[in-house]
């Protein structure tokens, strides 16, 4: 069973940025699957960001160039550093963990990008 906490949102004014960080419990973090999903009132929940237990990474084309994920196995815990964010970043973001068989969701924190 793994837990996972995610912290960091808030509002923040366009062109601003936040960092979103994922807590994990467990005993063998350095093998999950990590990412980052958002979903906005009405929409499906959407891929942001990915990065393997080898630390490869993929992101949504809407944040190329403005978010980097990254990890830390020591902490068990996941980033994602959001720059220049744009009222349409506005969404819950969740964190999630996977080991190819099982996987897992965070609660979510709500972000909101406004003026």
């Known amino acids: 069973q793994v837990q996972l906490v995610e912290s960091g949102g808030g509002l923040v004014q366009p062109g601003g940025s936040l960092r979103l960080s994922c807590a994990a419990s467990g005993s063998i973090f350095s093998i999950y699957d990590m990412g980052w999903y958002r979903q906005a009132p009405g929409a499906q929940r959407e891929l942001v960001a990915g990065?393997?237990?080898?630390?490869?990474?993929n992101y949504a084309d809407s944040v190329k160039g403005r978010f980097t994920i990254s990890r830390d196995n020591a902490k068990k815990t996941v980033f994602l550093q959001m720059n220049s964010l744009k009222p349409e970043d506005t969404a819950v973001y969740y964190c999630?963990?996977?080991?190819?068989?099982?996987?897992?969701w965070g609660q979510g924190t709500q972000v909101t990008v406004s003026s």
């Open positions: 999630y963990a996977g080991d190819g068989v099982k996987g897992w």
């Open positions: 990065i393997s237990s080898v630390s490869s990474t």
